[in-house]
Nanobody, 123 residues
Framework: QVQLVESGGGLVQAGGSLRLSCAAS????????MGWFRQVPGKEREYVAR???????YYADSVKGRFTISRDNAKNTVHLQMNGLKPEDTAVYYC?????????????????WGQGTQVTVSS
């Protein structure tokens, strides 16, 4: 069982920055693919970014060039640095972990989820 706890959400003005963190349990964190998703009430959950066990990173087009995902295997933590925030980035952000060989952009690719952290960007 892997437990994920997000932190770092909050209220920020458009153009500002936030850094989300996700602390994970488990002795084999370095082998997990870690992802970030976001969801607005009434809409489907949206893929944001993922980072593989080898450190390769992938982003949704909507956040490419603004968001950066990184991981610290020594601290079992993954981060999402969000710069140039826009009101349309407002959502609950979820951290997810996958233990699978192939992990893509679908929520069903991931095995464990955090409880989410609210990000609100004011215009």
């Amino acid at each position: 069982q892997v437990q994920l706890v997000e932190s770092g959400g909050g209220l920020v003005q458009a153009g500002g920055s936030l850094r989300l963190s996700c602390a994970a349990s488990g002795r084999t964190f370095s082998t997990y693919v870690m992802g970030w998703f976001r969801q607005v009430p009434g809409k489907e959950r949206e893929y944001v970014a993922r980072i593989t066990s080898s450190g390769n990173t992938y982003y949704a087009d909507s956040v490419k060039g603004r968001f950066t995902i990184s991981r610290d295997n020594a601290k079992n933590t993954v981060h999402l640095q969000m710069n140039g925030l826009k009101p349309e980035d407002t959502a609950v952000y979820y951290c997810a972990a996958s233990l699978r060989i192939y992990t893509g952009i679908k929520g069903s690719d991931y095995d464990y989820w955090g409880q989410g952290t609210q990000v609100t960007v004011s215009s």
